[in-house]
């Protein structure tokens, strides 16, 4: 496994000297049928979903969606049926990336806190979209794959997904699934579930 991405319950214990806070984020991304990108696009980011869970309390809060203006792609009809966002919703709501990180930090402090999505995707995306601009990941090294923490800490032998893995605990699913504000919360109660 890789050392940045590190078990819920080291990380837990180390976080809790500094913080008692756990960033969860989630993405959409323009998208294509069959996963085909077509020649000289790249995939974007168009949605930031986040909200931080509370170790202590074990509350959910700050849940927001961040919109994204996609700056190497263009959001198709597939991509809007999937995630509900359409160019009409980006040009209304949506800043550049850099903004977007912008805003994580000031409303979130990022660069203190461990962060954690739903598989590994977000993450690598984060740093991939933020090496092409030249700017600095807001979020900290510290990063917790909750897929992977679930499959481990319930001994399945493969990963599954969000829906899934909420049904496997008896949770119902809040919102709409591939909205990433939503998704992240429903990221946090299955990493807080797995904290317990």
């Known amino acids: 496994m890789d050392p940045a991405i590190r078990s819920p319950r080291v990380i837990f214990k180390t976080t809790m000297k500094t913080t008692n806070e756990i ?17 000289a696009q790249q995939v974007d980011i168009i949605e930031m979903g986040i909200c931080k869970l509370d170790l202590i309390s074990n509350t959910i809060s700050q849940k927001q969606s961040i919109y994204v203006i996609p700056e190497r792609s263009e959001i198709n009809r597939f991509c809007t049926k999937l ?8 040009e209304e709501k949506g800043i550049y990336f850099e903004e977007a990180c ?24 984060i740093i991939e979209q933020s090496d092409w601009l030249g700017i600095e990941n807001p979020f900290s090294g510290q990063y917790i794959d909750v897929m992977y923490e679930f499959k481990r800490h319930f001994r399945l032998y493969k990963s599954i997904g969000l829906k899934r893995a909420l049904d496997y ?3 119902d699913f809040e919102g709409n699934h ?6 992240a919360y429903n990221t946090a109660k299955i990493l807080n579930r797995i904290l317990e």
Do not use: M
């Open 23 to 39: 960033i969860i984020v989630d993405l959409e991304a323009t998208c294509w049928e069959n996963d085909r990108i077509p020649i």
């Open 83 to 90: 995630t509900g966002i359409t160019p009409q919703l980006i």
């Open 102 to 125: 912008e805003k994580i930090r000031d409303e979130y402090h990022p660069e203190s806190l461990t962060w954690a999505g739903y598989g590994n995707f977000d993450r690598e995306q």
């Open 169 to 171: 605990l008896k949770i």
């Open 178 to 183: 591939h909205s990433g504000a939503d998704d």
